[in-house]
């Protein structure tokens, strides 16, 4: 499952109201294992017992053989469990004599919730293991993304029995935002930019940056991202990726280790619930309409060829920043012509919902929406697209910030 899809999968599994976060973990185990596009058969919550110094069974769920109720392993047992604290999900041989009887001979154990220590070491109050035909990278990266939901979930629902009245905070933070978001428009060489962001809330954890090269101008990079959280957290987690690729620009840094290096910083720099999805490209002044770029677990953007009318979507090059520190990245590239368009969005725009709770990005809107409008300005374009999804989205249940910026080579 594509990764941003997969968390808001996730998210609307977590609108109902639960007594206990016990009880919501419980819940959604049961929801991923029935979801047959996240394609695992089992799996277990294991909870810390500082006391004990070993986790103990909380429940399980599954086509999987049964283990005890309340069974306990022992961090003694598993030294292996010393790496979680670090890279949230290992996937390993099983060692123990009563699994390994059960039928787990391989096993994946990701951390949930907060850190303890134990004997100077940190473990996660909860660990989630989930049974897979294919124990591999992409299991692991879908795990990370789960457990990082989980986490997001239990820190939200704590900091709600806590919630005062911001408003003041939020007030500032969205004037600090404003101020520091890009013109709208902007021409490069033969192209022409727009971008508009709309938070759902006063902030907003969408971002769009344009980062020249102020040296020699023959370069634009364009960022877009989605900070994986609400408020002012998002909106926090925006600000610094936004000023790290500013500074990371002036280096010249090739697209795929930066893009390296800032999931490395975002992983070190933020705490276990938050990630956010990235797309980083670098326009040229090159002849051939040349584009590098890398994405980060963002939505696909759409590349329209104006002649053809034949329509790309530019897939992810590497995971979400955040949640696995030694993920790799790829560098890919388009080619402009005069007339193509390129729109670089967040899941606000393909994932908004009507009160019918239809997606936007159903009956391919969107495109149809890009490909009748290719002969317009890239301002034209995006004000449209906002327009209509805004019209399509009233009175839904949810919203969420939008952000689009449409890149058209005008010659």
Not at 22 to 40: A, F, H, P, R, Y
Not at 226 to 231: E, L
Not at 260 to 268: A, F, G, P, S
């Given at each position: 499952m594509e990764q941003k899809k997969l968390y808001r999968t996730?998210?609307?599994?977590?609108?109902?109201?639960?007594?206990?976060?016990?009880?919501?973990?419980?819940?959604?185990?049961?929801?991923?294992?029935?979801?047959?596009?996240?394609?695992?058969?089992?799996?277990?919550?294991?909870?810390?017992?500082?006391?004990?110094?070993?986790?103990?069974?909380?429940?399980?769920?599954?086509?999987?053989?049964?283990?005890?109720?309340?069974?306990?392993?022992?961090?003694?047992?598993?030294?292996?469990?010393?790496?979680?604290?670090?890279?949230?999900?290992?996937?390993?041989?099983?060692?123990?004599?009563y699994l390994r009887k059960k039928g787990i001979f391989k096993y994946s154990a990701s951390g949930i919730g907060s850190k303890k220590k134990i004997d100077n070491k940190l473990y996660y109050e909860y660990l989630l293991a989930l049974n897979s035909d294919s124990i591999d990278d992409n299991l692991r990266y879908t795990l990370n993304i789960i457990a990082t939901f989980l986490t997001a979930q239990l820190k939200q629902r704590r900091l709600a029995l806590q919630?005062?009245?911001?408003?003041?905070?939020?007030?500032?933070?969205?004037?600090?935002?404003?101020?520091?978001?890009?013109e709208h428009e902007y021409k490069f060489g033969n192209y022409e930019l727009y971008g508009i962001t709309l938070p759902a809330d006063y902030v907003a954890g969408d971002f769009f940056d344009y980062i020249t090269d102020s040296d020699t101008e023959e370069r634009l990079a364009v960022a877009v991202?989605?900070?994986?959280?609400?408020?002012?957290?998002?909106?926090?987690?925006?600000f610094y990726i936004s000023g790290a690729l500013r500074m990371a620009a002036?280096?010249?840094?090739?697209?795929?280790?930066?893009?390296?290096?800032?999931?490395?910083?975002?992983?070190?720099?933020?705490?276990?619930?938050?990630?956010t999805s990235l797309f980083y490209g670098e326009l040229t002044n090159n002849k051939r309409g040349l584009m590098y770029y890398c994405n980060a677990g963002h939505n696909p953007p759409v590349f329209i060829k104006a002649k053809t009318k034949e329509?790309?979507?530019?897939?992810?090059?590497?995971p979400v920043l955040g949640p696995s520190p030694k993920a790799k990245y790829e560098t890919d590239y388009i080619n402009f012509n005069c007339g193509d368009v390129l729109?670089?969005?967040?899941?606000?725009?393909?994932?908004?919902?009507?009160?019918?709770?239809?997606?936007?990005?159903?009956?391919?809107?969107?495109?149809?929406?890009?490909?009748?409008s290719i002969d317009k300005t890239p301002k034209e374009i995006a004000i449209k697209i906002i327009?209509?999804?805004?019209?399509?989205?009233a009175n839904a249940p949810y919203t969420d910030d939008k952000t689009i910026v449409v890149i058209k080579r005008i010659k």
């Open positions: 996730l998210e609307l599994f977590a609108n109902e109201n639960f007594e206990t976060e016990e009880q919501m973990l419980k819940t959604l185990l049961g929801k991923i294992i029935e979801d047959k596009e996240i394609s695992v058969k089992g799996g277990r919550i294991w909870k810390l017992d500082l006391e004990k110094k070993a986790y103990k069974l909380l429940f399980q769920a599954g086509s999987v053989d049964k283990i005890q109720d309340n069974y306990m392993i022992y961090l003694v047992d598993y030294p292996i469990f010393d790496l979680i604290a670090k890279e949230r999900t290992i996937l390993t041989d099983e060692t123990n004599a919630q005062q009245n911001y408003q003041e905070e939020f007030i500032r933070a969205k004037q600090l935002q404003k101020s520091i978001l890009p991202g989605d900070a994986a959280s609400k408020g002012i957290s998002a909106a926090a987690e925006a002036t280096f010249q840094i090739k697209v795929a280790p930066l893009m390296k290096r800032m999931n490395e910083l975002v992983n070190k720099i933020f705490s276990d619930d938050k990630f329509i790309f979507y530019l897939e992810a090059t590497g729109a670089i969005y967040t899941d606000g725009i393909s994932e908004a919902m009507n009160k019918n709770e239809e997606l936007f990005e159903e009956n391919k809107r969107l495109e149809k929406l890009l490909l009748d327009d209509e999804v805004v019209k399509f989205s």
